[in-house]
C-alpha cells in the first residue's frame, strides 16, 4: 500500500515536480541580485532575501531526504494530542491548562543521525527529539520514514516568547500542518498575522480541522465549507483541508496519507524554499523596472554637463588666451622688425594663466601637471555645475524604478569634490598651441628681415653716396630700375613691403587665432568631456550597470 | 449533568455590601464572593477562592458561610449570591461603604430580603421569578432607606429618583423625571466640553503617538456618546450587560440561554454574531429604544445582518433593570466585529466577559480585559465550555491568572462543556447560578446602582490619564510641526546665505561677466557711449554689420543668466536639503511628495523674473540719481543703460574690490576704470549707496523668492493647523471633568 502509494505519488506530482538544479541556479541568482544591489537600495527591502539565500543554501546543504513538518496552531487545538495520535506514541505532554506545549518537540521517523544536524539547525533542544523507530512496529511506519514531525508551541496565547519560537520556526521547516478547530478555525490572528503569510506556500500547507469530533457530520462539512472560504481568501485555495480528531484513529489516515505521500515525494522542501523564493522575489520586483540602456546618460545631458564644466573650468578664458597668444606670437613672428621689440613688452596671454609653457619633461616628475592659475568657478557656475549633475541623475533615473534615484543621485556626486582639480589638470594638460610655429611664420619673418635688409642695404647705399658726394668725390651711379634709382627703391620698397606685408598679413593672423581659439576649444573641450565622463558620468554608468544585470538576475530568479 | 457552581470573587459589585463582611476578601472593594462547588470537584475550589459568601439560597434565608454550600456538596447547589447592598453589616475597610452601609444595615436587611423571600424556589419558572422581582414596593423598600441614609448630598436626589424608573415597569418614563444635582449638570457640561475638545484635536502629523491618539480620541468620542453622557443623564436608567468575549466562546448561547429564548442566533460558523443583539424586559425597552445610549447603532425590531444596527429583544424572563447586550466577538477575522465590540464594551455598565476552556489563554481577550480593568468596568467572567474532568485544574490556572493581572475581585462562573436542549439553550440547572447571580442583581437597585456608579466613576477617571495622552500628542504634533518648520528654516536660510556670499565676493562678476566688461571698456565704447549718442550709433551699425549683440546688452545677458543660474542652483540645492531633512522625520517624510524632491516648477521663470524687475528697479534708481548729478555729468549725453549697467557691476566689485593675481592681469584696470568713470558721474560717495542699495534691492528679492520656494514645504504644516491650544483645551477639559467628579463622588468617596 505504501509502495502503491509512493508510486503513485511520484507519478501525479511529476508536473508539479520542482528541480532541484534549477531551484538551486534561482537561489544563485537571487544571491547575485543581491550583490548588485546591496551598495545601491536601502537594506530593509532587502532583509527578506538575504535571510531566504542563507536559509536555503543551509536547508539544501543539509539531509534533503527528509522533510520537516510542523504541526502549527491555535493555543487549545490540539497540536500535540494531533502530534501524539500520529506518532502513536504520548511523546508531547498533552494538557488542558492553555498554553501547554511552550517548546517544539520533534519526532523523527527512521535513524536519527541524519535527521539530528537538520534539528539542529531548526532549534528543537535534543531531550524533545524523539524517534519513531521501533522493530516492534514491523513495517507499519516505514512509508514516514524520513517525516521530522514538529509540535510547535500556540502563537496565540499571553505567553509572547510562544509567539517568537513558532515565528522562528516557521521560517524554516519544510511544510506546515494548520491546525485548527471548531472554535478557533476565524480568528483573526490565525488569518491576518499566518495563514495569509503562506499564500505563496500553498503546495506545502495542510489545513486541518482538528477536534471534528465534537461537530456532527453536518456541522463539520458546513464549517470545513467556510473554512475553505476564509483559506481562499487567505489565497490558501489549493492547500488540502481535511476534518482529523486525535481521539478518532480512523479520521487521520486521510492526513497520514498526505503526509506519507509529502514524505515519498521528498518535494517539501524545495516546494518551501520556491515558496520562499516566490514570496520574497515578488517584492523585489517593484525595484526593477523597464531596461534601462547603459548609455541611458544621452549626449544631450552630458553637453549640457560638459557646457557647464567648461565654463567652470575657464574653457573660454584660455580659448581665448590661446588666441590672443597666437596674435602675440604671429607678431613676434611676422611683424614689421623694426616694431617687433614693443609687443615683447606684453607678456603671452596663454602663459599669464601658467599655460603653454610646457616644463621640460624630467624622468623623474613627469606627472607632475602644474596648477593653471584660472581663476576658481564662482556661485553661479558651481550653481550650474550642480544643476547639471542634476540632470544626469535625473535623466538617468527616469525609467528606473524610484527606489534607484537616490542611488543614482549619490553616484553622479561620489566624485564631485574631485572635480576641480581634474578640470585644472586637464586644462593643463590640454595642447592649446603655444608652442606651435606655422612654417609661413618663418617664411614671412625671412621675408621681413629680407625687406629690412633691403631697406637698410639701399639706406646704406644712399648713405654711402651721400658721404662720397659730400667728400666731392666722384659720383656713384646708383643703378636704374626705370626712373627710379636702386639704393631709393630698396630704402622705401623694403620699408613699404614690410609694413604692407604687415598690414597684409593682419586678416590672416586674425583668421589663424581664430582657428587656434577654435582648435584650442576643441581639444579643452574634449578634455573637459573626458573629465565628465569619467567623474559623473562614469558612476552613473556603474549603477546602471548593476541595475542591468541585477535585471536579468531577477529575471531568472522569476522564471519558473 | 453536573455542573459547578461559580466562584464568585469578591466583585466590585458588591463592593459596598460585602465589604463588611469579607475581611480576608483581598479585594479593596470590599466584596463578597460565593463559590459554588460542583459536587465532584468541591474538594478543592475553595482554596483557590477566597470565597465567603452570602448564601441567599431562598431555601435557606439565613446567609450562610461559602464553606457550606461546598461542604454541603449538594449537586444542585450553586448559587452564590452576591449580595446585597444594603444587609451586608459590615465593618468595611472602605471608608465609603462604610459611611453608606453602617448606618443601613439593620433596617435593609429587612427589607431586602422581601424579595427574596418572595421566589418560590431555587429554579423558579422564569415567569414566576419575573412577577415577583419587579414588585415596585419591594424595590422601594429597599432603595428607600438608602437614600435616606445616603450622607452624600449630592447624591441624595439620585437615590430618590431611582425607584421610580427602576421600578415602575409599564409606562415608559420621561427621559429625565427628575431635575439632576447641580453636581451631575456640572459633569455632564464639563463632559461637553470635554468632548468638544477631543473632537477639536486632530493630529494631522504621522507620529508614533498620532495613531494611538486619533485611535484613543475616537473611541473616547465614541465612549462619551454612546455611554457617559446618556448614562450620567440617566443615572437610574437599566443596567447595560454587555455579553462579549472571544468568537465561538458562546456568547449568544448563555445569553439565550439567561432569558431562557433563543433571541440570538447561535451557530457553529465563526463568527456567527455579527449585529448585536439587545435584550430586556419589556418595561426597559423604551429607554433602550430612545436611542440615548448608543446612538450610533440603528434601532430595528428584527434580526439584521447589518453590524450598525442594534436589535432590540424584550424577554419576559429578565428583570427589569437590567438587559443584556450579546456583542460580536472580539477577535475573529471580521476585522468590524471587533470595533464593534470594543465599542458596545465601553458602554457597558457591566461586561460579562466570556471565555472557553480552549481560549482563556488567549492573548486578544487579556488585553481587553486589561484595558477594561484600568477604565474601571465592572467585570465578570464566565469560563464556558469546560470539560468536567478538567474543570478544577483550569479553574484555578483562570484564577491565578486573574490575580496576577489584578482582576481577582471579579466574579468567574464556570460553564461545562455541555449538550444543549431543543432550543439551543444551555440546560437550566447548569446556568442556575449565573442565571441567580443576574436575578439578584436585577432584583436589587441599590446594588444594580452601585455597579452603574463604580463603571461610570471608574470611565470618568479613567478619562484623565486618557486625555492626558491624547494631550501629550497634540503637544508632539505641534512639537514636531515646529521642528519640521525649522528644517525648512535652515535650509532655506542656507540658500539665501550662498546667495549673500555669491554677491559679496563679486565673484559673479568674473569670467564671461569680466570678459565682456573687460571688452566694453578696453575699446572705448563705453567711453563714447558716454560722450555721445554716434557712438550708440556706430555700435548699432557695427552690431548690424557684424551680427554681434550690442556689448552693453551682452553684459546684462550674462549677468542676467548668472544669477538665474545661481539662483535656480540655491533654490534646488535648498528643496533637496529641505527634502532630506524631512524625510529623516517620520512626520516630514509622510508629508512629501515627489515634486517636494525639485524646486517648484515655474522657478526658472520667476527667477527670471525676479532679475529683470530688479534691474527695471536699478534703471530707474540710477535714472533717478542720474537727473540730480547731471551738473557732475556735465551734460554728456549720457546713456542711463549702460550706467545702470555699470551700477549693477559696481554692486558686485565696489564690496569687494580687492585686486588680486589675475584680476590684476585681466580685469583689475578695467574695474578701476569702471569705477572711476562711474565716479566721476556720480561721486564716490554715491556710486557706494546706490551699489548698496540695489544689492539690498536683489537680496530682498532673492528672499522673497526662497520664501515662496519654503511656503511650499510650510503650507503643508500650516494647513494641519496646529497649534498648542488643542493641548491645553484638552488638559483643562480633562481638569474639569475630574473637578465635577470628585464633586459628585460617584461612589461615595471624595477620592
Same mark, same amino acid.
Request: net charge negative; proline share 7%; charged share 25%.
Given at each position: 500500500?505504501?509502495?502503491?502509494?509512493?508510486?503513485?505519488g511520484?507519478?501525479?506530482?511529476?508536473?508539479?515536480?520542482i528541480?532541484a538544479?534549477?531551484?538551486?541556479?534561482?537561489? *544563485?541568482?537571487?544571491?547575485?541580485f543581491?550583490?548588485?544591489?546591496?551598495?545601491?537600495?536601502?537594506?530593509a527591502?532587502?532583509v527578506?532575501?538575504?535571510?531566504?539565500v542563507?536559509r536555503?543554501?543551509t536547508r539544501?546543504?543539509l539531509s534533503?531526504?527528509?522533510?520537516v513538518?510542523?504541526l502549527a496552531?491555535?493555543t487549545g487545538?490540539g497540536?500535540?494530542?494531533?502530534?501524539n495520535?500520529?506518532?502513536?506514541?504520548?511523546?508531547?505532554?498533552?494538557?488542558?491548562?492553555?498554553?501547554?506545549t511552550?517548546? !517544539?518537540?520533534?519526532?523523527?521517523w527512521?535513524?536519527?543521525?541524519p535527521a539530528?544536524?537538520?534539528?539542529?539547525?531548526?532549534?528543537v533542544?535534543p531531550?524533545?527529539?524523539?524517534i519513531?523507530e521501533?522493530?516492534?512496529?514491523?513495517?507499519d511506519e516505514v512509508a514516514?520514514?524520513?517525516?521530522v514531525?514538529?509540535d510547535l508551541?500556540d502563537?496565540d496565547?499571553?505567553e509572547?516568547?510562544?509567539?517568537?519560537?513558532?515565528?522562528?520556526l516557521?521560517?524554516?521547516?519544510?511544510e506546515v500542518?494548520?491546525v485548527?478547530?471548531?472554535q478557533k478555525?476565524?480568528?483573526?490572528?490565525?488569518?491576518?498575522a499566518?495563514?495569509s503569510?503562506?499564500?505563496?506556500?500553498?503546495?506545502?500547507?495542510?489545513?486541518?480541522?482538528?477536534?471534528a469530533?465534537?461537530?456532527?457530520?453536518h456541522?463539520?462539512?458546513?464549517v470545513?465549507?467556510?473554512?475553505?472560504?476564509?483559506?481562499?481568501?487567505d489565497?490558501?485555495?489549493?492547500?488540502?483541508?481535511?476534518?482529523?480528531s486525535a481521539?478518532? $484513529?480512523?479520521?487521520?489516515?486521510?492526513?497520514?496519507e498526505?503526509?506519507?505521500?509529502t514524505?515519498a515525494?521528498?518535494?517539501?522542501?524545495l516546494?518551501?524554499?520556491?515558496?520562499?523564493?516566490?514570496?520574497?522575489?515578488?517584492p523585489?520586483?517593484?525595484?526593477i523596472?523597464?531596461p534601462?540602456?547603459?548609455?541611458?546618460?544621452?549626449?544631450?545631458?552630458v553637453?549640457q554637463?560638459?557646457e557647464a564644466l567648461?565654463?567652470?573650468?575657464?574653457? +573660454?578664458?584660455?580659448?581665448?588666451?590661446?588666441?590672443?597668444?597666437y596674435?602675440h606670437?604671429a607678431?613676434?613672428a611676422?611683424g614689421?622688425?623694426?616694431l617687433?621689440?614693443?609687443? =615683447?613688452?606684453r607678456p603671452?596671454?596663454?602663459r599669464r594663466l601658467?599655460l +603653454?609653457?610646457?616644463?621640460?619633461?624630467?624622468?623623474v616628475?613627469?606627472?607632475?601637471v602644474?596648477r593653471t592659475?584660472?581663476?576658481e568657478?564662482?556661485?553661479a557656475?558651481?550653481s550650474a555645475?550642480?544643476l547639471?549633475v542634476?540632470?544626469v541623475?535625473?535623466?538617468?533615473a527616469?525609467?528606473l524604478?524610484?527606489?534607484w @534615484?537616490? !542611488?543614482?543621485?549619490?553616484?553622479?556626486?561620489?566624485?564631485?569634490g574631485?572635480?576641480?582639480?581634474?578640470?585644472d589638470?586637464?586644462?593643463a594638460?590640454?595642447?592649446?598651441?603655444?608652442?606651435?610655429t606655422?612654417?609661413?611664420?618663418?617664411?614671412?619673418?625671412?621675408l621681413?628681415?629680407?625687406?629690412?635688409?633691403a631697406a637698410v642695404?639701399g639706406?646704406g647705399?644712399?648713405?654711402i653716396?651721400y658721404?662720397i658726394?659730400?667728400?666731392a668725390?666722384?659720383?656713384?651711379?646708383?643703378p636704374?630700375?626705370?626712373q627710379?634709382p636702386l639704393?631709393?627703391?630698396?630704402l622705401?620698397?623694403?620699408?613699404?613691403?614690410?609694413?604692407l606685408?604687415w598690414?597684409l598679413l593682419?586678416?590672416?593672423v586674425?583668421w589663424?587665432?581664430?582657428?587656434?581659439?577654435?582648435?584650442?576649444?576643441?581639444q579643452l573641450?574634449?578634455?573637459?568631456?573626458?573629465?565628465?565622463?569619467?567623474?559623473v558620468?562614469?558612476?552613473v554608468?556603474?549603477?546602471?550597470?548593476?541595475?542591468?544585470?541585477?535585471?536579468?538576475?531577477?529575471?531568472?530568479?522569476?522564471?519558473? | 449533568?453536573?455542573?459547578?457552581?461559580?466562584?464568585?470573587?469578591p466583585s466590585?459589585?458588591s463592593a459596598v455590601?460585602?465589604a463588611?463582611?469579607?475581611p480576608?476578601?483581598?479585594?479593596e472593594?470590599?466584596?463578597t464572593?460565593?463559590v459554588?462547588a460542583d459536587?465532584?470537584?468541591?474538594?478543592?475550589?475553595?482554596e483557590?477562592v477566597?470565597?465567603?459568601?452570602?448564601?441567599?439560597?431562598p431555601?435557606?434565608?439565613? $446567609?450562610?458561610?461559602?464553606?457550606?454550600?461546598v461542604?454541603e456538596s449538594?449537586?444542585?447547589?450553586?448559587?452564590?449570591?452576591?449580595?446585597?447592598v444594603?444587609?451586608?453589616p459590615?465593618?468595611?475597610?472602605?471608608?465609603?461603604?462604610t459611611?453608606?452601609?453602617?448606618d443601613?444595615?439593620?433596617v435593609?436587611?429587612?427589607t431586602?430580603?422581601?424579595p427574596?423571600?418572595a421566589?418560590?424556589?431555587p429554579e423558579?419558572?422564569?415567569?414566576?421569578?419575573?412577577?415577583a422581582?419587579?414588585?415596585?414596593?419591594?424595590?422601594?423598600?429597599?432603595?428607600?432607606p438608602?437614600?435616606?441614609?445616603e450622607?452624600?448630598?449630592?447624591?441624595?436626589p439620585?437615590?430618590?429618583?431611582?425607584p421610580e @424608573?427602576?421600578?415602575?415597569p #409599564?409606562?415608559?418614563?420621561?427621559?429625565? $423625571?427628575?431635575?439632576?444635582?447641580?453636581a451631575?449638570?456640572r459633569?455632564?457640561?464639563?463632559?461637553?466640553?470635554?468632548?468638544?475638545a477631543?473632537?477639536?484635536?486632530?493630529?494631522?502629523?504621522?507620529m508614533?503617538?498620532?495613531?494611538?491618539?486619533?485611535?484613543i480620541?475616537?473611541?473616547?468620542?465614541?465612549q462619551l456618546d454612546d455611554y457617559?453622557?446618556p448614562?450620567?443623564?440617566?443615572? %437610574?436608567?437599566p443596567?447595560?450587560?454587555?455579553?462579549?468575549?472571544?468568537t465561538?466562546?458562546g456568547?449568544?448561547?448563555?445569553?439565550?440561554s439567561?432569558?431562557?429564548?433563543?433571541?440570538?442566533?447561535?451557530?457553529?460558523l465563526?463568527?456567527?454574531?455579527r449585529?448585536?443583539?439587545l435584550v430586556s424586559?419589556?418595561?426597559d425597552?423604551?429607554?433602550?429604544?430612545?436611542?440615548?445610549?448608543?446612538p450610533?447603532?440603528?434601532?430595528t425590531?428584527e434580526?439584521?445582518?447589518d453590524?450598525?444596527?442594534l436589535?432590540?429583544?424584550s424577554?419576559p424572563?429578565?428583570g427589569?433593570?437590567?438587559?443584556?447586550?450579546d456583542a460580536?466577538?472580539?477577535?475573529?477575522v471580521?476585522e468590524g466585529?471587533?470595533?464593534l !465590540?470594543?465599542?458596545?464594551?465601553?458602554?457597558a455598565?457591566?461586561w460579562l466577559f466570556?471565555?472557553?476552556a480552549?481560549r482563556y489563554? %488567549?492573548n486578544?481577550?487579556? *488585553?481587553?480585559l486589561?484595558?477594561?480593568r484600568?477604565r474601571?468596568?465592572?467585570?465578570?467572567?464566565?469560563?464556558?465550555r469546560?470539560?468536567?474532568e478538567?474543570a478544577?485544574?483550569?479553574t484555578?490556572h483562570l484564577?491565578?491568572?486573574l490575580?496576577?493581572?489584578?482582576l481577582g475581585a471579579?466574579?468567574l462562573?464556570v460553564l461545562?462543556?455541555?449538550?444543549? %436542549?431543543g432550543?439551543?439553550?444551555?440546560?437550566?440547572?447548569?446556568i +442556575?447560578?449565573?442565571?441567580?447571580w443576574?436575578?439578584?442583581?436585577?432584583?436589587?437597585?441599590s446594588a444594580r446602582?452601585?455597579?452603574v456608579?463604580?463603571?461610570?466613576d471608574?470611565?470618568?477617571g479613567?478619562?484623565?490619564?486618557?486625555?492626558?495622552?491624547?494631550?501629550?500628542?497634540?503637544?508632539?504634533q505641534a512639537?514636531?510641526?515646529?521642528?519640521l518648520?525649522?528644517r525648512?528654516?535652515?535650509a532655506y536660510?542656507?540658500?539665501r546665505?550662498?546667495?549673500?556670499?555669491?554677491?559679496?565676493d563679486?565673484?559673479?562678476?568674473?569670467?564671461?561677466?569680466l570678459?565682456r566688461?573687460?571688452?566694453?571698456?578696453?575699446?572705448?565704447?563705453?567711453?563714447k557711449?558716454?560722450?555721445n549718442?554716434?557712438?550708440?550709433?556706430?555700435?548699432?551699425?557695427?552690431?548690424?554689420?557684424t551680427g554681434?549683440?550690442?556689448?552693453?546688452?551682452n553684459?546684462?545677458?550674462?549677468?542676467?543668466?548668472?544669477?538665474v543660474?545661481?539662483l535656480?542652483?540655491?533654490?534646488t540645492?535648498? @528643496?533637496e536639503?529641505?527634502?532630506?531633512?524631512?524625510? !529623516?522625520?517620520p512626520a516630514?517624510?509622510a508629508?512629501?511628495e515627489?515634486?517636494?524632491?525639485?524646486?517648484s516648477?515655474?522657478?526658472?521663470?520667476?527667477?527670471?523674473?525676479?532679475v529683470?524687475?530688479?534691474?527695471?528697479?536699478v534703471?530707474?534708481?540710477?535714472?533717478?540719481?542720474s537727473?540730480e548729478?547731471?551738473?557732475?555729468?556735465?551734460g554728456?549725453?549720457?546713456?542711463v543703460n549702460?550706467?545702470?549697467?555699470?551700477?549693477?557691476?559696481?554692486?558686485f566689485?565696489?564690496?569687494?574690490?580687492?585686486?588680486t593675481?589675475? #584680476?590684476?592681469?585681466?580685469?583689475a584696470?578695467?574695474?578701476?576704470?569702471a569705477?572711476?568713470?562711474?565716479?566721476?558721474?556720480f561721486?564716490?560717495?554715491?556710486i =557706494?549707496?546706490?551699489?548698496?542699495?540695489?544689492?539690498?534691492?536683489?537680496?530682498f528679492?532673492?528672499?522673497?523668492?526662497l520664501?515662496?520656494?519654503?511656503?511650499?514645504?510650510t503650507?503643508?504644516?500650516?494647513?494641519?493647523?496646529?497649534d498648542?491650544a488643542?493641548a491645553?483645551?484638552?488638559?483643562?477639559?480633562a481638569?474639569?471633568?475630574?473637578?465635577a467628579r470628585?464633586?459628585?463622588?460617584?461612589?461615595g468617596?471624595?477620592?
Amino acid at each position: 500500500m505504501s509502495l502503491v502509494e509512493k508510486v503513485r505519488g511520484v507519478l501525479t506530482s511529476t508536473d508539479g515536480r520542482i528541480d532541484a538544479q534549477e531551484l538551486v541556479q534561482r537561489l *544563485e541568482s537571487l544571491s547575485k541580485f543581491l550583490r548588485l544591489v546591496d551598495p545601491y537600495l536601502p537594506d530593509a527591502d532587502l532583509v527578506a532575501a538575504h535571510t531566504l539565500v542563507e536559509r536555503a543554501g543551509t536547508r539544501l546543504a543539509l539531509s534533503r531526504d527528509h522533510t520537516v513538518v510542523a504541526l502549527a496552531g491555535s493555543t487549545g487545538s490540539g497540536k500535540s494530542s494531533l502530534f501524539n495520535a500520529l506518532a502513536r506514541l504520548k511523546l508531547s505532554p498533552v494538557g488542558v491548562r492553555r498554553p501547554t506545549t511552550g517548546a !517544539a518537540h520533534a519526532c523523527v521517523w527512521g535513524p536519527l543521525e541524519p535527521a539530528n544536524q537538520l534539528l539542529d539547525w531548526v532549534g528543537v533542544l535534543p531531550r524533545q527529539r524523539f524517534i519513531r523507530e521501533s522493530a516492534l512496529d514491523g513495517d507499519d511506519e516505514v512509508a514516514l520514514r524520513g517525516l521530522v514531525l514538529l509540535d510547535l508551541p500556540d502563537f496565540d496565547s499571553i505567553e509572547r516568547s510562544h509567539r517568537l519560537e513558532v515565528d522562528r520556526l516557521l521560517g524554516l521547516v519544510d511544510e506546515v500542518i494548520w491546525v485548527v478547530d471548531p472554535q478557533k478555525y476565524g480568528d483573526r490572528i490565525l488569518h491576518q498575522a499566518y495563514l495569509s503569510q503562506f499564500s505563496t506556500h500553498a503546495g506545502v500547507t495542510i489545513v486541518v480541522l482538528n477536534q471534528a469530533d465534537r461537530l456532527s457530520t453536518h456541522d463539520t462539512e458546513v464549517v470545513l465549507g467556510d473554512l475553505r472560504r476564509l483559506l481562499e481568501e487567505d489565497g490558501l485555495s489549493g492547500a488540502p483541508v481535511l476534518a482529523t480528531s486525535a481521539k478518532q $484513529p480512523g479520521m487521520l489516515a486521510e492526513l497520514r496519507e498526505t503526509l506519507e505521500k509529502t514524505v515519498a515525494d521528498r518535494q517539501a522542501a524545495l516546494r518551501r524554499l520556491a515558496g520562499d523564493l516566490e514570496s520574497v522575489s515578488e517584492p523585489l520586483t517593484t525595484m526593477i523596472g523597464p531596461p534601462a540602456a547603459e548609455d541611458e546618460v544621452d549626449r544631450a545631458t552630458v553637453r549640457q554637463l560638459t557646457e557647464a564644466l567648461a565654463a567652470s573650468a575657464g574653457v +573660454g578664458a584660455v580659448a581665448d588666451a590661446a588666441a590672443g597668444s597666437y596674435r602675440h606670437r604671429a607678431a613676434a613672428a611676422t611683424g614689421w622688425p623694426v616694431l617687433r621689440g614693443l609687443g =615683447r613688452l606684453r607678456p603671452d596671454p596663454l602663459r599669464r594663466l601658467h599655460l +603653454g609653457a610646457k616644463p621640460k619633461t624630467d624622468s623623474v616628475s613627469t606627472d607632475i601637471v602644474p596648477r593653471t592659475s584660472l581663476p576658481e568657478a564662482d556661485a553661479a557656475q558651481k550653481s550650474a555645475i550642480g544643476l547639471s549633475v542634476r540632470a544626469v541623475a535625473g535623466r538617468a533615473a527616469a525609467p528606473l524604478p524610484p527606489v534607484w @534615484a537616490s !542611488a543614482l543621485t549619490n553616484a553622479s556626486r561620489s566624485r564631485l569634490g574631485d572635480l576641480p582639480d581634474a578640470l585644472d589638470r586637464a586644462i593643463a594638460k590640454t595642447d592649446v598651441g603655444a608652442d606651435r610655429t606655422p612654417l609661413w611664420w618663418r617664411g614671412v619673418g625671412l621675408l621681413q628681415w629680407l625687406f629690412v635688409a633691403a631697406a637698410v642695404a639701399g639706406l646704406g647705399w644712399l648713405i654711402i653716396g651721400y658721404g662720397i658726394r659730400m667728400l666731392a668725390l666722384p659720383e656713384l651711379h646708383y643703378p636704374k630700375l626705370g626712373q627710379a634709382p636702386l639704393p631709393t627703391l630698396l630704402l622705401l620698397g623694403g620699408l613699404v613691403a614690410g609694413v604692407l606685408l604687415w598690414l597684409l598679413l593682419k586678416p590672416l593672423v586674425e583668421w589663424g587665432a581664430r582657428r587656434a581659439r577654435h582648435r584650442a576649444e576643441q581639444q579643452l573641450r574634449a578634455g573637459v568631456t573626458d573629465v565628465a565622463r569619467e567623474y559623473v558620468v562614469a558612476p552613473v554608468r556603474e549603477v546602471l550597470n548593476a541595475y542591468a544585470q541585477a535585471r536579468e538576475a531577477l529575471t531568472t530568479v522569476r522564471s519558473e | 449533568m453536573t455542573t459547578h457552581g461559580d466562584a464568585v470573587g469578591p466583585s466590585a459589585i458588591s463592593a459596598v455590601d460585602s465589604a463588611a463582611q469579607e475581611p480576608e476578601g483581598s479585594d479593596e472593594k470590599g466584596l463578597t464572593s460565593t463559590v459554588s462547588a460542583d459536587a465532584g470537584d468541591n474538594s478543592d475550589p475553595t482554596e483557590a477562592v477566597v470565597s465567603r459568601q452570602s448564601h441567599r439560597d431562598p431555601e435557606d434565608e439565613a $446567609p450562610t458561610e461559602a464553606a457550606e454550600p461546598v461542604a454541603e456538596s449538594d449537586p444542585e447547589t450553586k448559587i452564590e449570591l452576591p449580595d446585597d447592598v444594603a444587609e451586608e453589616p459590615a465593618a468595611s475597610e472602605n471608608p465609603a461603604v462604610t459611611e453608606s452601609s453602617s448606618d443601613s444595615e439593620a433596617v435593609p436587611e429587612e427589607t431586602k430580603r422581601t424579595p427574596e423571600e418572595a421566589k418560590p424556589d431555587p429554579e423558579p419558572e422564569p415567569t414566576a421569578e419575573i412577577e415577583a422581582d419587579p414588585e415596585p414596593e419591594a424595590v422601594e423598600s429597599v432603595v428607600e432607606p438608602e437614600a435616606a441614609v445616603e450622607p452624600e448630598a449630592a447624591v441624595e436626589p439620585e437615590a430618590a429618583v431611582e425607584p421610580e @424608573a427602576v421600578a415602575e415597569p #409599564e409606562p415608559a418614563p420621561a427621559p429625565v $423625571p427628575v431635575e439632576p444635582p447641580p453636581a451631575v449638570g456640572r459633569l455632564a457640561t464639563a463632559l461637553s466640553n470635554l468632548r468638544a475638545a477631543i473632537g477639536g484635536a486632530n493630529y494631522p502629523l504621522i507620529m508614533p503617538s498620532a495613531e494611538e491618539a486619533r485611535r484613543i480620541g475616537a473611541s473616547l468620542v465614541a465612549q462619551l456618546d454612546d455611554y457617559l453622557l446618556p448614562r450620567l443623564a440617566r443615572l %437610574d436608567a437599566p443596567l447595560l450587560v454587555v455579553v462579549g468575549g472571544s468568537t465561538g466562546a458562546g456568547k449568544s448561547t448563555l445569553v439565550n440561554s439567561l432569558v431562557r429564548a433563543p433571541v440570538s442566533t447561535a451557530g457553529v460558523l465563526r463568527p456567527t454574531t455579527r449585529s448585536p443583539v439587545l435584550v430586556s424586559n419589556a418595561s426597559d425597552l423604551q429607554w433602550f429604544r430612545q436611542g440615548q445610549l448608543l446612538p450610533g447603532l440603528v434601532r430595528t425590531p428584527e434580526s439584521s445582518a447589518d453590524p450598525r444596527t442594534l436589535q432590540i429583544v424584550s424577554a419576559p424572563v429578565l428583570g427589569a433593570g437590567l438587559a443584556f447586550l450579546d456583542a460580536p466577538d472580539i477577535d475573529s477575522v471580521v476585522e468590524g466585529n471587533r470595533k464593534l !465590540a470594543a465599542q458596545l464594551l465601553a458602554a457597558a455598565d457591566l461586561w460579562l466577559f466570556v471565555t472557553t476552556a480552549a481560549r482563556y489563554a %488567549d492573548n486578544v481577550p487579556w *488585553e481587553l480585559l486589561t484595558t477594561a480593568r484600568l477604565r474601571g468596568t465592572v467585570i465578570a467572567l464566565v469560563l464556558d465550555r469546560v470539560p468536567p474532568e478538567a474543570a478544577a485544574e483550569i479553574t484555578n490556572h483562570l484564577r491565578e491568572m486573574l490575580a496576577a493581572r489584578n482582576l481577582g475581585a471579579a466574579p468567574l462562573f464556570v460553564l461545562p462543556e455541555t449538550t444543549l %436542549d431543543g432550543q439551543g439553550l444551555i440546560a437550566e440547572d447548569v446556568i +442556575g447560578p449565573l442565571h441567580d447571580w443576574f436575578k439578584q442583581l436585577a432584583a436589587d437597585s441599590s446594588a444594580r446602582s452601585a455597579v452603574v456608579r463604580q463603571t461610570l466613576d471608574g470611565a470618568l477617571g479613567a478619562l484623565v490619564p486618557a486625555v492626558a495622552g491624547l494631550a501629550d500628542a497634540a503637544d508632539d504634533q505641534a512639537v514636531a510641526a515646529r521642528a519640521l518648520d525649522e528644517r525648512i528654516t535652515i535650509a532655506y536660510r542656507n540658500a539665501r546665505q550662498t546667495v549673500v556670499e555669491g554677491l559679496r565676493d563679486g565673484r559673479l562678476l568674473r569670467g564671461e561677466v569680466l570678459a565682456r566688461w573687460q571688452e566694453f571698456v578696453g575699446t572705448g565704447e563705453f567711453m563714447k557711449t558716454l560722450e555721445n549718442r554716434i557712438g550708440q550709433l556706430r555700435d548699432k551699425v557695427i552690431s548690424a554689420v557684424t551680427g554681434r549683440p550690442l556689448p552693453g546688452r551682452n553684459l546684462q545677458t550674462a549677468l542676467e543668466s548668472q544669477l538665474v543660474t545661481l539662483l535656480r542652483g540655491v533654490a534646488t540645492d535648498a @528643496a533637496e536639503q529641505a527634502y532630506a531633512a524631512w524625510q !529623516a522625520h517620520p512626520a516630514g517624510a509622510a508629508l512629501l511628495e515627489p515634486s517636494l524632491q525639485r524646486p517648484s516648477e515655474g522657478l526658472p521663470q520667476s527667477a527670471d523674473r525676479l532679475v529683470r524687475d530688479w534691474q527695471q528697479w536699478v534703471l530707474g534708481l540710477v535714472r533717478e540719481q542720474s537727473s540730480e548729478k547731471r551738473v557732475i555729468a556735465r551734460g554728456a549725453a549720457y546713456a542711463v543703460n549702460g550706467a545702470g549697467l555699470a551700477v549693477m557691476i559696481a554692486v558686485f566689485t565696489s564690496t569687494a574690490f580687492i585686486p588680486t593675481g589675475l #584680476e590684476v592681469a585681466v580685469g583689475a584696470g578695467t574695474t578701476v576704470a569702471a569705477q572711476k568713470v562711474l565716479e566721476a558721474i556720480f561721486g564716490d560717495q554715491a556710486i =557706494r549707496g546706490l551699489a548698496n542699495r540695489a544689492r539690498e534691492d536683489l537680496l530682498f528679492r532673492v528672499g522673497e523668492l526662497l520664501d515662496a520656494e519654503a511656503a511650499r514645504y510650510t503650507e503643508r504644516t500650516a494647513a494641519t493647523g496646529l497649534d498648542t491650544a488643542p493641548a491645553m483645551d484638552l488638559r483643562r477639559a480633562a481638569a474639569e471633568v475630574e473637578d465635577a467628579r470628585a464633586e459628585l463622588a460617584l461612589t461615595g468617596s471624595a477620592t
